[in-house]
């Protein structure tokens, strides 16, 4: 199967949703925005632009399956399977504050073969494909070649729903403050992800995360030369929850500091 090509036409449908994304930024009303659950929302944005990628998906590659933020599809364990998020930093657009992203990735028998993250208002779109490199906007990058947590540039997004591990992660803010360049939360974990492929942080880790918010991300971090695990260090990071994603120089260091802190 050529990935490359139904990557290259995938994003083409990407960049067109996010033109109506960005149309409609400024449309928003209270009565427009639901609540799913605890700093949880989503808009009429959010449901179109899903449909809009769904129909175009099965365009590309018909009979393949869904996992979907909104739920406007699903998956019968179809060897394909898209798994999406509409509109990653929902919060971000209701308040007008980019960044705010669209994060597609396709998975083959479970494995990672496709990733597209379109930041929206910069017009900034990050793609890897099974059998390439990573890319943004058609240039390859690469995750950046700090070699210490001290010098590094952390990124992380903070626990909107679930404060049972509230104290230690509190603690994790503590000492990347004292012992990095800093921390940064810019509330679309999707770009985040971007952002330690192509060099801009050197780390990122948060919890409660669900697969449309790293499937894409994480996939495009490993083919721009960085590593991407569970808390614990393990594989399972698309469905369990937790992702740490580095280059691979500050990785082990960086693994270890969240281990000691017992994340």
């Known amino acids: 199967m050529n990935y490359q090509s139904i990557c290259n036409q995938a994003v083409i449908l990407i960049k067109e949703t ?25 808009t009429y944005v959010d449901k179109t632009s899903e449909q809009l990628l769904v129909d175009g998906l099965r365009l590309i590659l018909p009979e393949s399956g869904f996992i979907t933020e909104e739920e406007t599809a699903s998956h019968r364990n179809e060897e394909h399977i898209w798994v999406i998020d509409p509109l990653d930093g929902t919060t971000n657009f209701i308040h007008g504050l980019p960044p705010f992203a669209i994060s597609v990735a396709l998975m083959q028998n479970n494995k990672t073969v496709i990733g597209i993250v ?3 208002m910069l017009e900034e779109c990050f793609y890897a494909f099974e059998g390439g490199e990573a890319y943004l906007n058609g240039k390859q990058i690469s995750v950046s070649k700090t070699e210490k947590v001290t010098n590094s540039l952390i990124a992380t997004g903070f626990p909107y729903y679930n404060y049972d591990r509230i104290k230690p992660f509190l603690e994790t803010l503590d000492y990347f403050m004292r012992n990095s ?3 940064r939360r810019i509330g679309s974990a ?11 942080f050197d780390s ?3 919890y409660s995360l669900s697969p449309w918010d790293v499937a894409a991300g994480a996939f ?8 991407v695990s569970y808390f614990s260090g393990g594989s399972n990071y698309i469905f369990g929850k937790e992702i740490i994603a580095t280059n691979s120089l500050v990785f082990d260091e960086f693994l270890e500091i969240l281990r000691k802190i017992k994340l």
């Open 181 to 183: 360049h800093g921390i």
């Open 118 to 120: 379109y930041e929206v």
């Open 18 to 42: 996010g033109k109506f994304i960005k149309n409609h930024k400024d449309n928003l009303s209270n009565n427009s925005i639901e609540s799913k659950g605890l700093h949880n929302y989503v």
């Open 190 to 200: 999707a770009t985040d992800l971007a952002y330690v492929a192509c060099g801009r």
């Open 220 to 227: 495009i971090v490993e083919k721009a030369g960085g590593k």
């Open 204 to 206: 990122f880790y948060e």
